[in-house]
């Protein structure tokens, strides 16, 4: 239980509720704003990693301030701990926009990714019209409501930052002084 107190005071904890709250109203505000598809778009993604990688980048050099040595593996499990925050707390976006504001945009939801599938199906994979119609009605029979598909997201989406955490901590390890037992 310290350990948990530990770190909800701390930086990490701070930027990530920051950027799982800027993600979370992002989520809300493309829905306001009637444009719910920007989140399907080849963008979004990278544009949420950027920001992801801002608040890990930004936690991590506090806390590197207030250790000698930051290693690798102590890096990496603060940007781990970072991620599953900023992944839950941006992921309740999808079950209050689809549960409790608005039913139908579970519908909507549906035909953008129909239509974004068939568009990669069709010109980049050119896939026969079987395989394309067979995904198509995978797509529309779809329980994008369910509990095991807001899990199935939440674990990739944690997976997919991981994997660039496995990346970030490389960079943002600190390691300790060489000469600093001369200063002892």
Excluded: C
């Amino acid at each position: 239980m310290e350990k948990f107190n530990k770190f909800i005071k701390s930086p990490l904890f701070f930027h990530s509720m920051n950027v799982g709250l800027i993600l979370f109203a992002a989520r809300i505000i493309m829905y306001l704003t009637h444009h719910w598809e920007i989140v399907f778009s080849p963008a979004y993604s990278p544009l949420s990693f950027v920001l992801i990688a801002f608040a890990w980048i930004s936690a991590i050099r506090v806390e590197k301030q207030n250790h000698e040595t930051f290693n690798y593996g102590k890096t990496l499990g603060a940007l781990i701990k970072m991620t599953f925050v900023i992944v839950f707390i941006s992921s309740l976006a999808d079950p209050l926009l689809y549960n409790l504001i608005d039913p139908s945009l579970i519908e909507q939801t549906k035909a953008i990714s129909m239509e974004k599938m068939e568009m990669i199906l069709t010109q980049q994979l050119k896939v026969s019209d079987e395989l394309r119609d067979l995904q198509m009605e995978e797509i529309k029979n779809l329980n994008i409501n369910g509990v095991g598909f807001y899990l199935q997201t939440y674990f990739v989406r944690i997976l997919m930052n991981a994997l660039l955490a496995l990346i970030f901590a490389i960079f943002l390890k600190k390691k300790a002084d060489k000469n600093a037992w001369l200063n002892q």
